[in-house]
Structure formats: C-alpha cells, structure tokens
C-alpha cells in the first residue's frame, strides 16, 4: 500500500505506454509543448474538467471524478464515470452515500482522435477502473472510451490480459519515478512525428546511438545545402 505523498499521475500511465523518454520530459522534468492535437485533445476535455453530476433516468453521469489507489499508488481525474442503477434484487453493484439500491460504475475516457493500434488509452482506462473497484468496493466488467473521431464510443473490456499489461505498467512507472533518470531518445518515425515534444527531444539529434561528432557533420552539410 503506498501512501498519499506517493501517489503518481494516472494520466502519466498513458505518457508511458506511449513513449518512456514522453513521460520522463513531461513528469520529470516538467516540459511541454503544445501542437494542434494537444490543443484539440484540451477542448475536448474541457467539458469534464469541473466535478458535477447530471441525472438521466437511472443514471447518474459524475464528471470530473477523483480517482485514487492506495495499492497501485495512482491519484487522478475520470473523465466520466457513469453510475447505472441495478435492479433492485441484484447483490453486485456499488452503495452510493444517500442513494438507495445499487449501482454499476462505468468509466468513460474522452480521447479527441481515432482509436490506436497499441493499448496507450486503454491503459488509462483500466487504472481508473482499478481505482473504482478499490474505492468502491466493486468489480468492473468494462470501461468505454469516446472518440472525437468519429464522435464514437467504444466499449473495452477489462479482460486479464488488459489488467496484467496496466499493472506491469504502473510498477514500471514507479520504477522510473524513483530512479528519477530521463531515458535516451530513440527516433521512431510513427511515434516521434505526432509528438508536441519533437523539438524539445530531438531524437534525430540524440537519439539512435548517433555520435556528436556525426551529429555535427550532418548538420554542416546540411546548412550548406540550404544556402
């Protein structure tokens, strides 16, 4: 169990799966940068950045939910979680303070594009999940995420191997945070061209095992060229 002071970033889980040296630059040394998909990944969150709840029939619609795992040592803000009531036999479910019977949370991630090959949201996802079910004393089948391309959502099931993957995650993250060490760059064309982070990396420059010396040649001829 892991005390208060040592909580970490949920959203830093989706910074890891992504890129190493990406967590590091942004929840180590503090740096960022903006680009036109971080600047359209803000608006869209805008609309659950503020705690409130909304009630459509039975559901409850809780933005800006605070997450926390005292076992998984995270702390973070839910996009949505949706509480939806059971019927009234069922013995599964959450107890909510003032309301009566029970309810299935679902967490609900915003992300502003398209789904991704590799798992990054899905991680994010699975971390609240696992703070809910801690908090509330409950187990989560699935989560969904909503994409502003195409304006969709999509549910995710919170299968063992979805578990396994975010929980290898946060120990490395934990890892990483107390080693307190940037990792090198390493230039991947997929990864790097999206990065808002591009031009404070500099993988091309630092990354791939390339030498100072080799680094400085290219750039000579480089500005040759261009005059």
């Known amino acids: 169990m892991y005390e208060e002071a040592d909580l970490l970033p949920i959203a830093a889980l989706q910074h890891l799966s992504y890129c190493e040296r990406q ?29 409130e709840v909304e009630v459509r029939g039975d559901v409850r619609i809780a933005r800006g939910l605070r997450l926390r795992s005292l076992r998984l040592g995270l702390a973070g803000v839910a996009d949505v979680v949706e509480f939806h009531r059971l019927p009234e036999a069922a013995e599964s479910g959450a107890r909510l303070a003032g309301l009566a019977g029970r309810w299935c949370p679902l967490p609900v991630e915003y992300k502003r594009g398209r789904r991704k090959i590799e798992p990054h949201d899905e991680v994010q996802l699975c971390a609240q999940a696992f703070c809910l079910e801690e908090m509330l004393g409950v187990a989560l089948l699935e989560g969904a995420i909503f994409y502003g391309r195409p304006k969709r959502r999509r549910a995710v099931a919170l299968g063992e191997v979805l578990r396994v993957h975010t929980e290898t995650l946060v120990a490395r993250l934990h890892a990483l945070a107390q080693e307190g ?29 390339r030498s100072a010396r080799r680094y400085l040649a290219q750039a000579l001829r480089d500005s040759e060229q261009a005059t």
Do not use: D, F, V
């Open 23 to 51: 967590w590091a630059l942004i929840h180590l040394e503090g740096q960022w940068a903006e680009n036109r998909l971080t600047i359209e990944g803000a608006q869209l969150h805008r609309k659950t950045e503020a705690y």
């Open 181 to 209: 060490r940037t990792p090198p760059a390493r230039y991947e064309p997929a990864k790097c061209k999206n990065c808002s982070l591009l031009e404070l990396c500099l993988p091309n420059a630092a990354g791939g095992g």
